[in-house]
């Protein structure tokens, strides 16, 4: 199957501080990605959609300031949490689509705000 | 508003088989998904229904009713690896996938 990279895989940082988790599709062009954040023992959460070459699209809830999206390539997009501070410590996923039907799932990155 | 429902935690034994049900309402239908998540890991694909009836590959196999609105993943052969979570997903009318909450699994000797 397709193959998604996620960079870091876990990242400890300070509150107040910035941080960018890379999503990457491998073997494939991917003009939507999406990212999701999980916290412990609950579902995924779709945060925003984020679309190749425009504007991430956001769900209700989700401060676009705060969690920064960018997505200028088919095979890259990032997130970035800007201002962190504990209660975003979570488990962040991407996922590529390929087909309307289909996407992959990066590993996550497991982000912890001291 | 959208809807999916499964149970929050089920436990069987190892060797016999175990049923996940999941229920769901949701704006339009575009197909059911399961997926297995580990503790710590990502989702894993298990198996796409987008017809009514039963799809097997190997161990696992999925039902779907889009009528009664209601699938289910059905477990055999259980070994202890398959002691995680597993996420019931629908793909809505605008090709968004809605979570459910998931069914952890328990599985014992």
């Known amino acids: 199957g397709a193959v998604v990279s996620q960079h870091p895989s876990r990242v400890i940082c300070k509150s107040g501080t910035s941080v960018k988790i890379e999503c990457r599709s491998l073997d494939f062009q991917a003009t939507t990605m999406f990212w999701y954040r999980q916290f412990p023992k609950q579902s995924l959460m779709l945060m925003a959609t984020s679309n190749e070459g425009s504007k991430a699209t956001y769900e209700q809830g989700v401060e676009k300031d705060k969690f920064l999206i960018n997505h200028a390539s088919l095979t890259l997009s990032t997130l970035t949490v800007t201002s962190a501070h504990p209660e975003d410590s979570s488990f962040y996923i991407c996922?590529?689509?390929?087909?309307?039907?289909?996407?992959?799932f990066g590993p996550g990155t497991r982000l912890l705000v001291l | 508003g959208q809807n999916i429902d499964q149970p929050t935690e089920m436990t069987a034994t190892e060797g016999a088989i175990v049923q996940i049900n999941c229920t769901y309402q949701t704006s339009g239908f575009n197909g059911l998904f399961w997926y297995q998540q580990h503790a710590g890991e990502a989702p894993t694909f298990l198996s796409y229904n987008v017809l009514d009836g039963l799809e097997e590959k190997g161990r696992f196999s999925s039902f779907l009713s889009r009528s009664k609105g209601y699938s289910y993943l059905l477990l055999k052969e259980l070994q202890m690896k398959d002691s995680a979570s597993y996420l019931c997903?629908?793909?809505?009318?605008?090709?968004?996938?809605?979570w459910g909450a998931g069914t952890k699994l328990i599985i014992k000797p």
């Open positions: 996922s590529a689509r390929i087909t309307e039907e289909t996407q992959y």
């Open positions: 997903a629908v793909l809505d009318s605008n090709y968004q996938l809605i």
